[in-house]
């Protein structure tokens, strides 16, 4: 059965279109540009794990960066792992391995030295008694008490999980397989797994991406990567989420609203108490309800592209690898300021997108270098009108 072809018994004709997915791609432009949103709400909110905070916190902001919390990063990880499919089609494992180091590892690297740097030395800047120069500073920051990958952990992460995958992900690729059917109640029984490692690993390692020490992340997102997989794999799943995503995207609303309730009703969730059994069941169902829902989405509403597509898609990964050392540029600018938090929020994330946005057209995507150190591909044409 082909890509066109997918029709599952009981289904509507969906098809899958061959090729680059609109869809797929305002999806991977969404979730990137939501950055600039997400990370300057982490300047002003309660939690502490971030480079920069505003003095006085906003507990109003946790409710928001929390929500996104609950499916942002699944969303990237089932986006990459979509996208693999793709990108291992045709090519020797040499060939796709050489293109994993030269458009993530490379651009990864290049950003830890230009910008990550930069942003543990602006963060060090702001503690008592610190005075090194950059200068003075850089070669400590290799230091293991120093060093932080900062956003860069996703990448990190991710080639990981394309390393250890590959030798499956290929057999799967030449195999052929199809799935003559594939139910709602599969892809319901799919969530399981995500609640499982919620519930047991979560409370052992609770969230910090370090790669060496972080279990619960590492199975959770690995999950969402090779789901994302098989949904490109599959057309036979992925045209169960077009015909159902509604229902996920019930379970994903009802479970964040059943998080919402437990921190207004002051519910404690200290791990495996009465209230770790509830809120991390809803933790994972809400995190998986809106990726499945997003695809389905994306599918039914977002299958146009234009020119404006060509371009965001094309900035996407610069973007992200760029946007956080905008960010926290912007907040140290403005959080000792006396302006008040709706001011200073849009500036810090106004001026972050344009920081970001004009070092992406002015600088990287000028000459044939930057754009390889920073793993732009090459321009695409739109489709046709």
């Given at each position: 059965?082909?890509a066109t072809?997918?029709?599952?018994?009981?289904?509507?004709?969906?098809?899958?279109?061959?090729g680059?997915?609109?869809?797929?791609?305002?999806?991977r432009?969404?979730?990137?540009?939501?950055?600039?949103?997400?990370?300057?709400?982490?300047?002003?909110?309660?939690?502490?794990?971030?480079?920069?905070?505003?003095?006085?916190?906003?507990?109003?902001?946790?409710?928001?960066?929390?929500?996104?919390?609950?499916?942002?990063?699944?969303?990237?990880?089932?986006?990459?792992?979509?996208?693999i499919h793709?990108?291992?089609?045709?090519r020797?494992?040499?060939a796709?391995?050489?293109?994993?180091?030269?458009?993530?590892?490379?651009?990864?690297?290049?950003?830890?030295?230009l910008?990550?740097t930069?942003?543990?030395?602006?963060s060090?800047g702001?503690?008592?008694?610190f005075?090194?120069?950059?200068?003075e500073?850089?070669?400590?920051?290799?230091?293991?008490?120093?060093f932080t990958?900062e956003?860069?952990w996703?990448?990190?992460?991710l080639?990981?999980?394309?390393?250890?995958?590959?030798p499956v992900?290929?057999?799967?690729?030449?195999?052929?397989r199809?799935?003559?059917?594939?139910?709602?109640?599969?892809?319901?029984l799919?969530?399981?797994?995500?609640?499982?490692v919620?519930?047991?690993?979560?409370a052992w390692?609770?969230g910090w991406q370090?790669?060496?020490?972080d279990?619960?992340?590492f199975a959770?997102?690995?999950?969402?990567?090779l789901?994302?997989?098989?949904?490109?794999r599959?057309p036979?799943i992925?045209?169960r989420?077009?015909?159902?995503?509604?229902?996920?995207?019930?379970v994903?609303a009802?479970?964040?609203l059943?998080?919402?309730?437990?921190?207004?009703?002051?519910?404690?969730?200290d791990?495996?108490?009465p209230?770790?059994?509830?809120?991390?069941?809803?933790?994972?169902?809400a995190?998986?309800?809106?990726?499945?829902?997003?695809?389905?989405?994306?599918?039914a509403h977002?299958?146009?592209?234009n020119?404006?597509?060509?371009?965001?898609?094309?900035?996407?990964?610069?973007?992200?690898?760029?946007?956080?050392?905008?960010?926290?540029v912007?907040?140290?600018?403005?959080v000792?300021t006396?302006?008040?938090?709706?001011?200073?929020?849009?500036?810090?994330?106004?001026?972050a997108?344009?920081?970001?946005?004009?070092?992406?057209?002015?600088?990287?995507s000028?000459?044939?270098?930057?754009?390889?150190?920073?793993?732009?591909r090459r321009?695409?044409?739109?489709?046709?009108?």
């Amino acid at each position: 059965m082909t890509a066109t072809q997918a029709r599952p018994v009981g289904l509507p004709n969906l098809t899958v279109p061959a090729g680059r997915r609109a869809d797929v791609d305002w999806l991977r432009v969404g979730a990137v540009y939501l950055l600039f949103l997400f990370h300057t709400g982490k300047v002003f909110d309660k939690a502490p794990f971030y480079a920069v905070k505003n003095p006085v916190p906003t507990p109003g902001l946790d409710a928001f960066t929390g929500f996104i919390h609950l499916w942002h990063m699944p969303l990237f990880f089932a986006l990459a792992g979509w996208s693999i499919h793709a990108s291992l089609r045709g090519r020797s494992p040499g060939a796709f391995s050489r293109e994993r180091v030269t458009r993530v590892l490379l651009p990864a690297a290049v950003t830890l030295l230009l910008t990550v740097t930069v942003i543990k030395y602006l963060s060090l800047g702001r503690e008592p008694g610190f005075d090194e120069s950059f200068l003075e500073f850089l070669p400590t920051f290799w230091a293991f008490e120093r060093f932080t990958w900062e956003h860069l952990w996703f990448v990190v992460y991710l080639l990981v999980f394309t390393f250890l995958s590959l030798p499956v992900l290929r057999r799967l690729e030449a195999s052929h397989r199809t799935i003559d059917r594939f139910p709602l109640g599969a892809l319901f029984l799919a969530a399981v797994p995500f609640v499982v490692v919620q519930t047991t690993l979560r409370a052992w390692w609770p969230g910090w991406q370090n790669l060496y020490d972080d279990w619960a992340n590492f199975a959770y997102y690995l999950m969402f990567f090779l789901g994302g997989y098989l949904i490109a794999r599959f057309p036979e799943i992925e045209a169960r989420i077009h015909a159902d995503w509604r229902k996920f995207a019930a379970v994903g609303a009802g479970s964040a609203l059943g998080l919402l309730a437990l921190d207004l009703g002051g519910v404690g969730t200290d791990a495996f108490g009465p209230g770790w059994f509830v809120a991390q069941p809803l933790d994972a169902l809400a995190g998986f309800g809106f990726v499945v829902a997003a695809f389905g989405f994306a599918h039914a509403h977002l299958r146009r592209e234009n020119r404006a597509l060509v371009w965001l898609s094309e900035s996407a990964f610069p973007v992200y690898l760029l946007h956080q050392v905008a960010v926290v540029v912007m907040a140290v600018l403005v959080v000792d300021t006396a302006l008040p938090i709706p001011a200073k929020f849009t500036l810090v994330c106004a001026g972050a997108i344009v920081l970001t946005v004009s070092a992406y057209e002015l600088v990287v995507s000028r000459t044939r270098l930057t754009r390889f150190l920073f793993g732009v591909r090459r321009h695409r044409r739109p489709a046709p009108a």
